[in-house]
């Protein structure tokens, strides 16, 4: 069974820096691609970051050069490393994985069917 356990987030000022865990547990091999999603209030969830099985990140636009999505492998741990914080990046942060799948001579990310961790917030104030 898929447990994803989340620590990390909190209240800071905008330009102030957070950094997420999310400890990984249930699955038999590496295929999989993990990541960083996020929901504020009124809004749909959005993706932050994602890492796949190669070690390959992705970011949002809204982010890139400020947060960095990274894998602890000793201890199965996913981070986010999230510097010079705005206000609009207060919402909830939701850990994901899901399996990464070989489709037309490539590995891909769907997330289709993702198991999500509980969910912490993050809150920056201006």
């Known amino acids: 069974q898929v447990q994803l356990m989340e620590s990390g987030g909190g209240s800071v000022q905008a330009g102030g820096s957070l950094r997420l865990s999310c400890s990984v547990s249930g699955y038999s091999n590496n295929k999989y691609c993990m990541g960083w999603f996020r929901q504020a209030p009124g809004k749909e969830r959005e993706e932050v970051a994602t890492?796949?099985?190669?070690?390959?990140?992705t970011y949002a636009d809204s982010v890139k050069g400020r947060f960095t999505i990274s894998v602890d492998n000793g201890d199965n741990t996913l981070r986010l490393q999230m510097n010079n914080l705005r206000p609009e990046d207060t919402a909830m942060y939701y850990c994901?994985?899901?399996?990464?799948?070989?489709?037309?001579?490539?590995?891909?990310?769907?997330?289709?069917?993702?198991?999500w961790g509980q969910g912490t917030q993050v809150t920056v104030s201006s």
């Open positions: 890492i796949d099985m190669f070690l390959s990140p």
């Open positions: 994901a994985t899901d399996l990464q799948v070989f489709e037309l001579d490539r590995w891909i990310c769907r997330w289709d069917t993702p198991h």
